[in-house]
């Protein structure tokens, strides 16, 4: 008789955005006449940059022809793809990397949970708290992360790295030594950032040890601060100890095309082992890349156009984090991020806790945000809010909150 992976039945409940969901859901068919203002999930609301559409266009009359149709697309992405995210986003920052260790994907969400499968179970995983529950979730699945605590919400095999208000958000080097080391930055929920000679400590630390960090960059375009690195790759010796993680779903609102990239250096290797082999296997094997129309797409964002278009599109989902910022400050809100990245960090009023501030606000103001103990124990007593909203929601948003 077949067997299940046991694994997935270690995971508590559903997962952190399902919920939110099912509760929203609930709520809205309770009260039908309530406007609910959405600022939890991370999706996009702006429309796709008019020079992405005509080109998204520009593809599909390609497909309509035998001499410009295309069908599989290579297992590393296509080099009119990778050759252009080589020079703008490494090469023209001073970052070593070449066009053939870029593999592009359908997305850094699922890279993130299957770049896990090239380590053995046997790795110990660190991970900052609070953070993206996805790290944590596919390692569990994996059997990585030893025995769960429901009064704690922890894993045994989990070294958590807390990030709080006592250390500005910022991790610390871990008391046991990791093998895998998730950094997220700009981090996802807290919105704060690390100093190009900090990531130089972290890749310093990982060379030391023999870790391999994994870092998740999804954000990067989001940074306004000249001394935050938009790429681990711009640290002496990254290349022998990191795998980046990118996205086009922040950056050019892709959550709905799906694209991303993983960078894996040749240099980073097991013993003789090279890590970038294996991905190459594992990535041409189960394919998870993108189709040529959104390959094509993807080049669009790096032309003079696109990145005008698109630089757009970031400073308005800033000037909703500023507009966050500033209407919790004037109503007594103690918050953090909202600098570096399109989310806010706020401290739960009266020692509600998260979820209870949820139902809270919900209730109250019919506005959803996320728990931030979703993201981690050290979550507790947080809440997260997104600056990707229209700007006419979030101003009406705050003007709820402050007449709470």
Known sequence: MFKINDNYLKLPGSYLFSNIAKKVDAYSKAHPDKEII???IGDVTQPLAPKIIETLHEAVDEMAHAETFHGYAPDLGYAFLRDTIAKNDYKDRGCDISADEIFVSDGAKCDSGNIQEIFSVDNKIAVCDPVYPVYVDTNVMAGRTGTYDPVTETWSDVIYMPCTAENNFIPEFPKEAPDLIYLCIPNNPTGTTITKSQL???????????????YDAAYEAYISEDDVPHSIYECEGARTCAIELRSFSKNAGFTGTRLGFTVVPKDLKAGDVSLHALWARRHG????????????AGWAC?????????????????????T????LKDAGFTVFGGVNAPYIWLKTPDKMT?????DYLLDKANVVGTPGSGFGPSGEGYFRLTAFG??????????RIKNL
């Open 38 to 40: 959405r600022l939890g």
């Open 200 to 214: 130089q400590e972290w890749v310093d630390y990982a060379n030391r040890i023999g870790a391999v960090i994994i």
């Open 285 to 296: 094997t189960k394919y998870n890349g993108a189709p040529y129309i959104i390959q094509k």
């Open 302 to 322: 790096y032309t003079e156009e696109g990145k005008a278009q698109l630089k757009e599109q970031v400073a308005y989902y800033m000037n909703n984090a500023k």
């Open 324 to 327: 966050i910022k500033e209407g």
């Open 354 to 358: 998260s979820w209870e501030f949820f």
């Open 390 to 399: 229209s700007h006419e929601n979030t101003l009406r948003a705050m003007e």
